[in-house]
């Protein structure tokens, strides 16, 4: 790339994660949008003149695939990081502190989570992760929750009759879109939003997709468990 762009060439660059336009900061975010002459990304670029609006290009909208109603709950979790030395790219990735913080509540919500509905319950982790905290590793086992991080979530999505994304990045916009039933529950602490999407967040929390602590997507689950 750098020899063409040498040569004139321009330079265009196509959004690659959810939280792009969303979070409070992204240094993935600033340097892309620096560096090249166009930046493509999902409906949100209305701002500058840089910017091109697309539909999401990570998703290619296969055939109507009903929600599985003998699926399990799948929920979606945010990487762990027990590395001090991370970068913090972005608010999605948790440093030490934040880490702790976010096992803690992942497991109070899974503790309280129905009888009926913890036994079908999948817990997905990022793809290859092998550091799981240790108060998550006893609950999954004790509670016998299913433990996955296959590398295509896509299927995982289409059986499960509900995903439950614990963080805004691309699974929870991926659901949206394919019309899959979905909660993300948007924890400010951990999450920060730019000022820009929150109108469009409240009309989430309206409709009780977007929930802003845990306890509110538990009351939620409760009402909706015997659809």
């Known amino acids: 790339a750098a020899k063409y762009i040498g040569k004139n060439t321009k330079l265009y660059i196509v959004q690659h994660g959810g939280s792009y336009g969303i979070n409070l900061f992204s240094f993935f975010e600033n340097h892309e949008k620096e560096i090249s002459d166009k930046y493509l990304v999902w409906g949100w670029g209305n701002e500058d003149e840089k910017y091109i609006n697309i539909p999401v290009s990570i ?3 296969r055939k109507w695939i009903k929600t599985n109603p003998k699926g399990n709950i799948l929920i979606v979790a945010n990487p762990f990081r027990d590395k001090s030395y991370i970068s913090h790219m972005h608010p999605t990735l948790l440093v030490p502190n934040q880490n702790k913080n976010y096992a803690n509540k992942l497991e109070v919500f899974l503790k309280k989570i129905s009888k009926n509905l913890i036994s079908k319950t999948t ?3 990022y793809p290859g992760e092998t550091y799981l905290p240790k108060k998550i590793i006893n609950l999954i086992e004790n509670k016998n929750i299913i433990l996955s ?3 295509n979530i896509r299927d995982e999505i289409y059986g499960s009759k509900i995903t439950i994304c614990t963080c805004f990045a691309s699974t929870f916009i ?3 879109f394919i019309d899959n039933p979905c909660i993300l529950i948007l924890d400010k602490e951990l999450d920060p939003l730019r000022e820009s999407i929150k109108v469009h967040i409240q009309y989430l929390i309206n409709a009780k997709i977007c ?3 845990y306890d509110s997507a538990i009351s939620h689950l409760k009402e909706i468990e015997s659809n």
């Open 59 to 61: 998703i290619k909208k």
């Open 211 to 213: 929930h802003e602590n």
């Open 174 to 176: 991926e659901c949206i």
């Open 149 to 151: 991080n296959k590398k």
């Open 123 to 125: 817990l997905r982790t």
